[in-house]
């Protein structure tokens, strides 16, 4: 199984984890890092990994979460609930949990190994990269109608000169991570 995460330096919006457990490669020639890859191959590869899936699981948590405590915690909590849930969703012994990065996931009670680059060197990691981005741009999509002006639908709670002007003519909505600095610094002033 591979997971990986969205999100985790971004302004605003949640982060979002996802576990997958590969049947098959058919049609995942193009499959890497889903920052390598266009908005219009993820969104094609999306599908082709939905089908060629034994299991996924997927974890969010909000920004709220995220303040509460910290965005290296936020993730790992993230990944959790991507393994447990595609690990339930496989029904069968899972043999290694890949997780890219260098962090494991404290509480999990499967074999795993942290892998730097594993986006790029497993065909699971690989696919969580692209159901865990394309997932999270469709939320930020969704969040860009309940909190017009922002532009979350382009830039999808990065940091982007647009999002930082935005964010000082309106002020931090709700899905602004208030533990951020940009988001911190201005409600100070």
């Known amino acids: 199984m591979g997971v990986d995460e969205a999100g985790r330096g971004c302004l605003a919006g949640p982060v979002v984890a996802a576990a ?8 995942l020639d193009e499959l890497d890092d889903s920052k390598a890859l266009s908005g219009k191959t993820r969104d094609r590869l999306f599908g ?5 899936a034994a299991a996924i699981g997927i974890g969010v948590v909000s920004a709220a979460e995220i ?22 969703n496989y029904g069968h012994r899972v043999g290694i949990v890949i997780v890219d990065g260098n962090q494991q996931i404290k509480g999990l009670a499967m074999l795993q190994r ?25 939320i930020m ?3 860009d109608s309940t909190y017009p002006g922002y532009g979350f ?8 000169a647009k999002h930082l002007a935005a964010l000082k003519a309106l002020g931090p909505c709700p899905e602004h991570r208030r533990s ?7 409600l100070r002033h």
């Open 20 to 27: 997958v457990i590969l049947k098959s490669t058919d049609g």
């Open 48 to 52: 082709v990994i939905k089908e060629n």
């Open 67 to 88: 303040d509460g405590g910290n965005i290296l915690a936020a993730t790992l909590t993230a990944m959790h609930i991507a393994v447990t849930e595609a690990a339930k």
């Open 114 to 138: 942290a892998w730097v680059k594993g986006d790029h060197l497993s065909w699971n990691c690989a696919a969580a990269s692209v159901i865990a981005k394309v997932t999270r741009d469709r």
């Open 141 to 143: 999509e969704g969040l």
């Open 153 to 160: 639908a382009q830039h999808k709670g990065y940091g982007t």
């Open 180 to 186: 951020f600095a940009p988001v911190k610094d201005l």
